[in-house]
């Protein structure tokens, strides 16, 4: 099968650490780039939760399931580019990379964990509680309305400062690079073009299906929800009623992501992507060739591994980047 001959076939990706996870229907493709040029890479099949339960098919509920499912391969496919990315070392004459896999891989989910936690902790608890702040020394008592618009718009204030400061990070720049050719590709694969790093390079990094708009659409929806939380219920209500909410504030997300992306050519929903696709000014960046290169290798493998695309020589991926 050549690239792009199905036009219902959606793929989709992650960036890594020096790497890039692809996705295809059925399988999973990823491709990390060594510090001796070479690739590495790994595949495996991905059965979608609605095929194993139906119910999950539904609107609301296939965004919920997508949802974990995508972090859980997500959490393998970084374990897999933080082992790869760096030299191993061997100690006393042994080889160590056993070792080093077993600790990146406690690394890899006590950083997730964390991670969680502080998001919790950042964007449903702070905001909350600023905004308690806010209402009792600055604004006085404040409509229901008015005290989750500020709610949210702090939200949304501490998001932008989030990626602003992360972006400043060396290693994260990177990370947003292969975002960038993550998307490129993607955009290549849709528009039937050859999967080649030339037909990628032309091709935009702001994509309308992106996790960054996803995100977005998650601080807008959460506007809407946490509003059926009385105001005047207790502190400690109303922060156990955010957490107990996400799951439906992420359903409903994907569905507006999948909406939008689908009708963007229509002026109002051109309107609800374009803030997406102007926050991707900051979570992708232009990439350099040989991470186009990394994309399309990862996309390939998902789809040699869905059974779309024909093999290629083992020799083929172990070769480095061309300059």
């Not at 509003?227 to 994907?254: E, H, W």
């Amino acid at each position: 099968m050549k690239a792009g001959e199905s036009p219902e076939l959606l793929v989709g990706g992650q960036a890594l650490i020096e790497g890039v996870m692809m996705r295809s229907p059925g399988a999973y493709g990823i491709a990390v780039r060594k510090p001796d040029g070479t690739l590495a890479l790994k595949r495996g099949k991905v059965t979608a939760l609605g095929r194993r339960y139906p119910f999950l098919k539904l609107p609301v509920l296939r965004g919920i399931a997508v949802l974990f499912q995508s972090l859980a391969i997500g959490i393998r496919a970084l374990n897999f580019s933080a082992e790869q990315a760096v030299v191993e070392e061997a100690k006393d004459g042994k080889d160590d990379r056993k070792t080093s896999g077993d600790i990146s891989g406690w690394a890899i989910a006590g950083s997730m964990v964390m991670g969680l936690g502080l998001g919790i902790v950042v964007f449903l608890l702070l905001p909350l509680w600023l905004t308690q702040l806010s209402e009792r020394y600055l604004f006085g008592p404040l409509s229901g309305v008015a005290f989750n618009l500020l709610d949210g718009g702090l939200r949304g204030a501490l998001f932008l400062l989030y990626l602003w400061l992360i972006s400043r990070m060396k290693d994260i720049h990177r990370v947003f690079m292969y975002h960038g050719a993550e998307h490129k590709v993607v955009f290549t694969w849709e528009d039937k073009a050859p999967l080649t790093v030339e037909a990628a390079r032309t091709r935009s990094r702001f994509h309308p299906r992106c996790g960054t708009s996803f995100l977005l659409f998650v601080l807008l929806v959460s506007v809407v929800l946490f509003a059926f939380i009385p105001k005047t219920a207790p502190f400690l209500v109303k922060f156990g009623g955010r957490l107990l909410l996400m799951p439906l504030v992420a359903g409903l997300s994907y569905e507006v992501l999948r909406l939008s992306a689908k009708l963007r050519s229509f002026p109002i929903f051109a309107a609800v992507v374009a803030p997406g696709l102007a926050l991707q000014k900051i979570t992708t960046q232009e990439p350099a060739d040989d991470m186009l290169e990394v994309a399309i290798v990862a996309l390939e493998e998902a789809l040699r591994e869905d059974g779309l695309l024909d093999e290629a020589p083992a020799a083929q991926a172990i070769q480095p980047a061309s300059a």
